[in-house]
């Protein structure tokens, strides 16, 4: 089946700094989602993209499809305690969006006072 | 004006026990969802609901089961429950075809 594999993993910066993740997939996706997750909730959605080489900025978050259709980026720039959380990239678990999501394993971000 | 809610948030219960988590969606949405969430975070779709005809069931245990009395329910039955059921379980929805998906709270299962 379709896998995401999101990276990195983990991320401990500083406050203020600027944040990269990214997402790659074996398969071509016609859809990228970036969600977050805060402790005790479910996954919000932050950026939704639909064609290939699109850039879409929500706020401070920035995200971009790649051109191959295989793998998307997020940026956050000048990172705040609120930030904190589990970013996950998804796309479309069987082609159609009504067979639910595939998602990545997330990227854990931690801010360091 | 929850867009998406769960009750109850968290459930503890003994092997081998039925329980039932109840959703609501108020978006007017067409299509729902159920996810379960590991202890490492892994997100992984088991049903989604479409006008009350299940679209996919994701190799999960007969044992769940979903129930959709109308288009703003989707409730989740799980018979004999398991260790391995322990876990987050997320309903989410979403308008016809639209990957824009909205998730609920989260109800956290522990099975002991």
């Known amino acids: 089946g379709q896998q995401l594999n999101q990276s990195p993993q983990s991320m401990f910066i500083q406050e203020g700094e600027d944040v990269s993740m990214n997402c790659t997939s074996s398969?071509?996706?016609?859809?990228w989602l970036w969600y977050k997750q805060d402790p005790g909730e479910g996954p919000v959605l932050l950026i939704a993209?639909?064609?290939?080489?699109e850039l879409t900025s929500n706020g401070r978050l920035t995200a971009q499809f790649g051109i191959t259709r295989k793998d998307s980026f997020l940026n956050i720039s000048a990172s705040i305690p609120s930030d904190v959380g589990i970013y996950f990239c998804?796309?479309?678990?069987?082609?159609?969006?009504?067979?639910?999501?595939?998602f990545g394993k997330g990227t854990h971000l931690i801010i360091q006072p | 004006d929850t867009a998406v809610s769960q009750t109850p948030k968290y459930l503890v219960t003994q092997m081998g026990n039925d329980k039932s988590i109840k959703c609501e969606q108020n978006?007017?949405?067409?299509?729902m969802y159920w996810y379960k969430q590991d202890s490492k975070k892994f997100l992984k779709i088991m049903f989604s609901?479409?006008?009350?005809?299940?679209?996919i069931n994701e190799t999960v245990p007969n044992r769940f089961s979903p129930k959709s009395p109308d288009k703003a329910h989707l409730n989740l039955h799980i018979n004999s429950l398991e260790l391995g059921d322990s876990a987050v379980y997320f309903c989410?929805?979403?308008?016809?075809?639209?990957?824009?998906?909205?998730f609920g709270p989260g109800t956290r299962l522990t099975v002991l």
């Open positions: 989410a929805s979403s308008q016809g075809t639209s990957t824009e998906q909205f």
């Open positions: 398969s071509i996706f016609n859809t």
């Open positions: 993209l639909y064609k290939a080489g």
């Open positions: 998804a796309g479309p678990h069987s082609g159609g969006g009504a067979d639910g999501l595939t």
């Open positions: 978006l007017g949405h067409d299509t």
């Open positions: 609901y479409n006008n009350k005809e299940l679209i």
